[in-house]
């Protein structure tokens, strides 16, 4: 067994002895993603052991939340044996911290859970990011206004609408210069170029699910030439006025 082996076996064992025996640990105990862009797409391996005096069998794994896909695992884990779990992980959609589960359920029905945590950069930061059409009829028109800015704040961002979003939606945008030193007072004048966005609706559609539900949650798409990979949004809500 090689250094790395050894310090991985000494860490189950002292996790062991912290954790329930029946249980299965990984190292670290929270896996560390790090910072990544938004738009890419990681490859994961979790490493870890069953610390069980029993064998598990594993029904199925899935991720808690979105993003996870591709699972690789192995069925069955004999007593004191290793598991790797492997999948992909896409951070499209996502900024900020995030903190993850990955859940794997017994034959038993028995849950056990694997953390990772990590950071989404954003090339592009939206000064608000959730609007309220309030009660809303069919075709009316609802407009809001708010700010956008490149993160590194070196150059004016080049987002557009993404083409099922402007099916319901349309944008003016005006140059300006900000002063972001307060982000709930954003004010222009300052030294950050950015833009002036004004959001309106074209009248919103209900159809599909959507007939049965009597809230209304859009999300609204972005998109940028310069960072094709990023994934502006943001959310209108509100209620059907029926």
């Given at each position: ?13 002292v996790s062991s002895q912290v954790f329930a025996v029946d249980a299965i640990l990984f190292v670290p105990e929270t896996y ?59 951070f499209s959609g996502m900024e900020g911290p995030i903190n993850a589960l990955v859940v794997m359920v017994g034959t038993d ?46 150059a004016r961002p080049d987002i557009t609408l993404d083409a099922a979003s402007s099916k319901e939606f349309s944008i003016k ?70």
């Open positions: 067994m090689d250094f790395k082996n050894i310090a991985f076996a000494a860490a189950l064992a560390p993603i790090g910072e990544v862009n938004q738009g890419d797409v990681k490859h994961i391996s979790l490493k870890g052991a069953n610390v069980s005096q029993k064998e598990i069998t594993l029904e199925n794994v899935m991720g808690q939340g979105v993003g996870m896909s591709n699972f690789k695992y192995p069925t069955k884990i004999a007593p004191g044996g290793a598991i790797n779990i492997e999948f992909d992980m896409d029905g028995k849950p056990y859970t694997a953390s990772l945590e990590g950071f989404v950069k954003t090339p592009v930061f939206f000064g608000e990011k959730m609007f309220d059409a309030g009660y809303y009829s069919k075709g009316e028109k609802r407009e809001w206004t708010f700010y956008v800015w490149e993160t590194d704040k070196k945008k005006k140059n300006v210069m900000l002063n972001i030193d307060k982000l709930d007072e954003i004010k222009e004048g300052g030294k950050v170029p950015g833009i002036k966005v004004t959001l309106s609706t074209k009248g919103l559609k209900r159809e599909g699910w959507e007939l049965k539900q009597k809230s209304i949650r859009k999300v609204v798409s972005f998109k940028s030439k310069k960072f094709p990979k990023a994934t502006p949004e943001v959310l209108v809500v509100g209620y059907w006025n029926e």
